[in-house]
């Protein structure tokens, strides 16, 4: 068996069939997530159809997909937040769906699209996400000014998020995820609605985590920000896993867009919107 880091693959430019570890192959314990032949379906459509992952331990681990491909739902299913139909993840070692609530501590996640208790403010509903994961008051209360400080919402602490902008709630909802001190952190776009200043900001601070042997994975869209960001990278599409490794193993050379554009096929004809011409 390959280690953690070792690519899964290396298809060539005309590939596009899945590849990966067999559904045979044990969840891996030294792995940060470790993800066995993962499948959902939503009524008819198979939004997930078997995929399966290592994720080491320490990497800034990018998801890339078009859209639809199913990085939300997998990555719903790899945190406990979605039931899946198959398989099996562990954070850890631990059993998401075994054992959720120990898995769920080592787990600091962003989902896309949560729901906030917005008539909070910003420093009520971080240190209320702290409590509600163990945290004593005084910690809490601490943290909170720590990570109020570092997103650069320290003058927004006693604003109401439902006053937020959709920057600002990416934030807090970032902080509120990371009070508890979780060893993987998983974020689903989280860079979407959210200015540069303040994206150099996350970014460093989700760097500092890995470098202090955290485990950050990452959905997103910018492959330029993924080949800069992430030391591997996964890429989806149909449900299925194309490519996995390091950044450098999967670009083999090439950038990562270009890499990405023939794994999952190239840009769609546009001959049919003649009409939008302006000429
Ligand atoms: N709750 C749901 N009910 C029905 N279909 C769903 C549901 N959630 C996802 N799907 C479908 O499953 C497929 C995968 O969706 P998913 O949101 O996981 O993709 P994604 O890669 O995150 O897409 P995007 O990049 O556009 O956010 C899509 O075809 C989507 O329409």
Redesign the pocket.
């Known amino acids: 068996m390959s280690t953690p880091d070792a690519p899964r693959a290396h298809p060539g430019p005309e590939a596009s069939e899945p590849v990966g570890l067999g559904t045979h192959v044990p969840l891996d314990p030294t792995a940060a997530v470790s993800i066995r032949n993962l499948c959902?379906s939503?009524?008819d459509?198979?939004?997930?159809g078997g995929l399966s992952l290592d994720i080491p331990a320490g990497s800034f681990y990018g998801i890339v997909?078009?859209?639809?491909?199913?990085?939300?739902?997998?990555?719903?299913m790899a945190t406990g937040l979605?039931r899946p139909d198959l398989g099996h993840v562990s954070i850890h070692g631990i059993d998401v769906w075994r054992s959720p609530h120990e898995a769920k501590r080592l787990l600091g996640v962003l989902p896309?699209g949560l729901r906030l208790f917005d008539r909070l403010t910003g420093a009520q509903l971080i240190a209320y996400a702290g409590e509600l994961r163990g945290l004593d008051r005084d910690t809490a209360r601490s943290r909170t000014a720590d990570l109020l400080s570092a997103l650069g919402l320290t003058e927004a602490a006693e604003t109401l998020v439902v006053d937020y902008s959709a920057g600002m709630t990416k934030k807090v909802a970032l902080a509120s995820a990371l009070v508890h001190a979780p060893r993987v952190i998983v974020l689903?776009?989280p860079f979407e609605s959210v200015d540069p200043v303040s994206a150099a900001g996350i970014r460093e601070l989700l760097t500092g985590f890995v470098q202090t042997g955290g485990t950050v994975v990452v959905?997103s869209?910018v492959m330029d920000l993924v080949q800069r960001m992430c030391s591997h990278v996964a890429v989806?599409a149909r449900?299925l896993l194309l490519a996995s490794g390091t950044v450098d193993e999967v670009r083999a050379g090439e950038s990562l867009e270009d890499r990405f554009v023939q794994l999952v096929g190239g840009p769609q004809a546009t001959e049919g919107l003649s009409w939008l011409q302006s000429s």
Do not use: M, Q
């Open positions: 959902k939503f009524g459509k198979l939004a997930v997909g078009p859209n639809g491909a199913g990085k939300t739902t997998t990555l719903s979605l896309d689903d776009e959905s869209h989806i449900g």
